[in-house]
């Protein structure tokens, strides 16, 4: 799990984007991983509209 800050602007309140991270890894075999993460963001602000721009991610690794 992972929980991340970005604040484009440090002069203005109410700005920052929260990003908290989920991931999952399976070792298919020795030499084979796969990942499977999920990017939950957040918007802060009260005029701001939350956004629908989760993202999911799976990535397969092979070790030689």
Do not use: C
């Amino acid at each position: 799990m992972k929980y991340d800050v970005y604040d484009p602007n440090t002069d203005k309140d109410n700005d920052a984007n929260s990003v908290y991270s989920f991931a999952l890894n399976y070792y298919w075999s020795q030499f084979t991983k796969v990942q499977l993460q999920y990017d939950m963001r957040h918007e802060d602000g009260t005029d701001v509209e939350q956004k629908k721009n989760d993202l999911i991610t799976v990535q397969a690794q092979i070790f030689f």
